[in-house]
């Protein structure tokens, strides 16, 4: 299997470090053509995003959707899912992660 391509894109936590309880709250901005891949999480969490700008396209197993600005997204964090930045202006997407969310 080959390894996850992991973006490196900014990430800025705006939530207080350590997340207080079980949620960690972060921005993402994503590039045209920028790719995140998230694994699995081993303990139960769910993954809430909210598309402030831009656009991004979500793959979820073998499913996909085009997100823009107003989209809110989730996920059952026990599943993989992969986020691609699809336009030409950076997409922002703010994450709420809640649940065990081991960071």
């Known amino acids: 299997m080959a ?3 992991r973006l ?3 990430l800025q936590h705006i939530a207080p470090t350590p997340p207080q309880r079980n949620v960690d709250m972060h921005e993402s901005t ?3 053509g920028d790719r995140e891949t998230v694994p699995p999480a081993e303990a139960r969490s769910w993954v809430h995003g909210y598309v402030v700008s831009g656009s991004v396209r979500l793959a979820v197993d073998d499913r996909d959707w085009g997100c823009g600005p ?3 997204i989730v996920i059952d964090g026990k599943r ?3 986020v691609t ?3 030409d202006d950076p997409a922002r ?3 709420f992660i809640t649940g065990d ?3």
Do not use: A, I
Request: aromatic share 16%; glycine share 16%.
């Open 8 to 10: 490196q894109h900014p």
């Open 85 to 87: 930045g699809e336009s």
């Open 30 to 32: 994503y590039r045209s």
């Open 93 to 95: 997407v703010v994450w």
């Open 101 to 103: 969310t081991g960071f």
């Open 3 to 5: 390894e996850p391509l």
């Open 80 to 82: 993989g899912y992969h």
């Open 70 to 72: 107003g989209d809110s």
